[in-house]
């Protein structure tokens, strides 16, 4: 049986990056063996205000927060494509970069994959990659019970339960990995430091001295 290469393709605003945000790449490349995890910074995110600091900053920041570890890569195609950032389109930009011989898994927690029916063309998502839906402790089963009826057929018939199963399709299962809780959120980041208060041991010191240095997250800040 044919086995692709599993790619994890990991999005959000990271406005900052944080601990959080690597340990579950961390977790989850471990649990399904993952051959390398793209973070993918958002770039004009439809369902959410526009980020607090600019694209460039937050790339940087994604990029000194992963140096060091082999299998995380940072993806510019959001914050260099223009428009609107839908991941379908960004999902389509890396299956044509990463080949036929690879396969995506994009990596989402219960609650954004909850909202998926409102995603543009969500459909299209796993016709290009798995999803990967990550559990915290004390979150709720998957699939939850408020979860669109569609959604939850689709769990039903798509779901794996063996890690390994996953390399033996190019897209279009879905799956649930359980991971640590940090109970770290960048807007909480965001609002100690606009407090000048300490975000220290919440993120890379890599990161916190970025953000020092180019006034990120401050009155009068970018």
């Not at 945000?21 to 770039?43: D, M, Q």
């Not at 991971?179 to 300490?198: E, P, Q």
């Amino acid at each position: 049986m044919k086995n692709f290469r599993l790619i994890g393709v990991l999005g959000g605003t990271f406005d900052p990056v944080h601990y959080g945000h690597l340990r579950i790449a961390e977790e989850v490349a471990e649990a399904l063996g993952l051959a390398e995890v793209r973070f993918v910074p958002a770039g004009h995110p439809p369902l959410r205000g526009a980020p607090a600091a600019a694209a460039e900053h937050r790339a940087q920041m994604v990029r000194l927060a992963i140096a060091g570890n082999p299998r995380f890569i940072l993806e510019r195609c959001e914050i260099e494509r223009p428009g609107t950032s839908y991941t379908v389109d960004t999902l389509d930009t890396l299956r044509r970069a990463v080949g036929p011989q690879a396969a995506l898994c994009l990596i989402l927690g219960g609650d954004a994959a909850a909202r998926l029916p409102a995603w543009s063309r969500w459909r299209r998502l796993l016709e290009l990659a798995h999803l990967v839906l990550v559990r915290r402790p004390g979150s709720g089963e998957i699939p939850a019970p408020d979860w669109p009826a569609e959604l939850a057929r689709q769990w039903e018939e798509r779901r794996l339960d063996a890690p390994l199963e996953l390399a033996h399709n190019p897209a279009g299962r879905m799956i649930c990995v359980a991971t640590t809780a940090l109970a770290i959120s960048a807007s909480s980041i965001r609002d100690l430091l606009r407090s000048g208060r300490s975000a220290r041991y919440l993120l890379p010191d890599s990161v916190l001295d970025y953000i020092e240095v180019n006034r990120l997250y401050t009155p009068g800040g970018g």
